[in-house]
């Protein structure tokens, strides 16, 4: 989420310095939200793998914790798109 966070710092001030970068740091962030998903869902499945008999909220619980970081790419993704559209010139 660290990395997220920075990537949409960086989005504004690309916005604003580099705006040729905006849609790739959008991009950058939408990848960065699937991997941290896939580490976060071995690291949950290793864990109950390990524990062996888990209730199913908890597993569901997990799991909604798990996509967090990937709507927060998505999000970052979407607004790096809106920036783009405002900065397109004109015809």
């Known amino acids: 989420m660290t990395i997220l966070t920075l990537m949409f710092i960086a989005l504004f001030l690309a916005a604003w310095k580099a705006p040729a970068w905006v849609k790739e740091i959008g991009k950058m962030a939408a990848v960065f939200g699937v991997i941290a998903f ?3 869902f071995t690291i949950g499945a290793k864990e109950i793998a390990r524990v062996g008999d888990v209730a199913q909220s908890i597993v569901w619980g997990a799991f909604s ?3 967090i970081p990937i709507a927060y ?3 970052i993704y979407l ?8 900065q397109k010139p004109r015809i």
Do not use: D, P, Q
């Open 79 to 86: 607004i790096s798109l809106i920036i783009r559209i405002v």
């Open 38 to 40: 896939l580490v976060n």
């Open 65 to 67: 914790m798990a996509m």
């Open 73 to 75: 790419g998505l999000i």
